[in-house]
């Protein structure tokens, strides 16, 4: 199933991105796309009373991007033979620098190995959380100890319909991205394909409070007609997909489709780990202030807590802040 054209891969250390480059090319393979591989040198800051841009500055930022670029080129030695892949060294901050080569070349994946803070035993770290946030394409990023066939893909979908006509629009057809990109990727891996949905009733813990103390049996009423809702529109977004991919595609990979009754910071972690599962497909919105899906606070309480690959991808409505250039 083609879903990419042109992939950009980001090489940070050779020692650990030997797993999103070999993801990066067999994506590439598969899909007939073009292949990008980069690397970002950070900018030469002197200080001590030596100015920046003279001549020992740029002597100094000269080497670290030629180090950078013989790096690159050991990273894809063993894979040349296999397609022609394009290289490239750039200068800035890292995700700056990766936001702006995507908007200025078409990327329409980033493929990239995590960042790992060992001090603080944390799997995404800042440079990770602001491409999640800020980058327009979809963004998978990789553990270096990840497997080359996932056994196991889990897709995360909002179906709650609280929100304005036009939110409501662009989260359902996010919905039936990160459905069909899992979908893909499941066959691709011969892997398992869980698609999950976390849900609340809203006011739930509020109509059991002692202000207002209503009837259980009104509560209990209440909460399984938003369970039912939900229900209904989590049928309605897999007849949609099915209808997209054709009936087979399901009926060969027979997903497990698990609605799961609790707050996503903590029902998502622990379905996660509770099925093993070696990449999260998610939608990601940047805005603040919108209840839902997966953002700010609510996203790094979530990445901070599983132990996998994650594949975000952003609405199609979605406008970055980043500029293509300074």
Request: proline share 5%; with cysteine.
């Amino acid at each position: 199933m083609k879903r990419f054209n042109q992939i950009l891969c980001v090489i940070t250390r050779p020692e650990t991105s030997e797993a999103a480059l070999d993801r990066a090319v067999t994506l590439a393979e598969n899909n007939q796309a073009r292949l990008t591989v980069i690397a970002v040198a950070e900018p030469i800051s002197i200080g001590m009373g030596i100015p920046d841009g003279g001549p020992i500055s740029k002597e100094l930022q000269a080497a670290m991007i030629s180090a950078s670029a013989q790096d690159l080129e050991l990273a894809i030695k063993n894979y040349q033979s296999r397609l022609e892949i394009n290289t490239k060294v750039l200068v800035g901050v890292q995700f700056i620098e990766i936001i702006r080569e995507v908007l200025r070349n078409g990327h329409d994946l980033v493929v990239k190995s995590v960042e790992q803070l060992d001090w603080l035993d944390r799997l995404f770290a800042s440079e990770d959380m602001h491409l999640l946030r800020k980058c327009p394409c979809p963004v998978w990023l990789i553990k270096p100890v990840a497997p080359k066939k996932y056994r196991k893909v889990l897709a995360l979908v909002d179906v709650n319909d609280a929100y304005p006509e036009l939110e409501l629009r662009s989260r359902r057809l996010l919905n039936q991205h990160v459905v069909e990109l899992a979908t893909s990727l499941a066959i691709a891996d011969f892997a398992e394909l869980h698609i999950m949905h976390a849900w609340e009733a809203s006011g739930e813990s509020a109509m059991r409070g002692k202000f207002i103390h209503a009837p259980e049996e009104k509560v209990s009423a209440y909460v399984d007609s938003v369970r039912r809702q939900r229900q209904s529109n989590l049928d309605k977004l897999m007849n949609e997909v099915n209808g997209h991919l054709g009936p087979d595609t399901l009926d060969y990979l027979k997903p497990k489709v698990h609605m799961v009754k609790g707050g996503g910071r903590k029902v998502i972690p622990q379905l996660t780990k509770e099925i093993d599962a070696d990449l999260v497909v998610m939608g990601t919105v940047a805005r603040t202030g919108i209840p839902g899906f997966i953002i700010g606070n609510t996203a790094e309480s979530i990445l901070h807590q599983i132990d996998c690959s994650v594949l975000a991808i952003k609405p199609v409505d979605f406008v970055t802040p980043i500029t293509a250039w300074d």
